[in-house]
């Protein structure tokens, strides 16, 4: 199936052109800027995404970009989304690192692999990760924390830094924990537990 994509450069807000979008910032270029996102006037919608196990294949402990295999569907839904108008975040609870499996570095090459895979047709906002862990065996991130899902504070920082509005965006997570981050930050939760992830998002956008 064929999904509309804008013409005109992937990276310009995808939602209704306004005369004022011709002189704001390209999105890319905006990302970062002190002002909210929403400071236009318009609404920000988000969609944010638990990574393992929704936007690709929970392997368990993944640090090696050739480890990675996207879920089916899930690029097609992130392109759709931000043809939509949504911002797009990833939210992920990465404890290997207080475990000692890997470092953030290798964190930072899996996102960067991601966003290379996605290309123009959606680019993810803020790749968020939480790499503490309680009973972590590395001192500096063996730590009660507040962005570890169930926590809301990786979803609370992302909504405040960036002008999301809660209603109106919603959370994917394949666990419990990530539809209680969602509940305590105020968004809706969707549990994901396999199959097409774009017809999963269809489904939720209904339901929104
Ligand atoms: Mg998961
Ligand atoms: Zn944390």
């Known amino acids: 199936m064929a999904l509309p994509l804008p013409n005109h450069g992937a990276t310009d807000p995808p939602s209704e052109p306004t005369p004022e979008m011709n002189v704001k910032p390209a999105f890319a270029e ?3 800027a002190l002002e909210p996102d929403g400071e236009a006037g318009r609404p920000v ?5 638990d990574r393992d196990g929704v936007l690709i294949v929970d392997t368990g402990y993944l640090s090696d970009p050739d480890q990675i295999q996207w879920i089916e ?3 097609m839904a992130l392109a759709r989304l931000a043809t939509m108008g949504f911002m797009l975040f990833v939210v992920t609870n ?3 690192v207080a475990r000692g499996l890997f470092e953030e570095d290798a964190i930072a090459r899996v996102h960067a692999a991601m966003q290379t895979d996605l290309g123009d047709a959606a680019r993810i906002a803020e790749f968020a990760y939480c790499p503490h862990h309680p009973e972590g065996s590395v001192a500096r991130y063996a730590l009660t924390c507040e962005c570890r899902k169930p926590a809301p504070g990786m979803l609370d920082r992302l909504i405040e ?3 999301i509005e809660r209603g109106g965006s919603f959370l994917i997570g394949d666990k419990a924990t990530d539809l209680e981050a969602a509940a305590r930050a105020g968004i809706a939760g969707f549990l994901y537990t396999g199959g097409s992830l774009d017809r999963f998002v269809l489904g939720a956008l209904d339901r929104l």
């Open 73 to 75: 569907g899930a690029q």
């Open 45 to 49: 919608r988000a969609a944010f995404f």
């Open 161 to 163: 830094r960036h002008g």
């Open 94 to 96: 990465q404890s290997g």
């Open 30 to 32: 905006h990302h970062g």
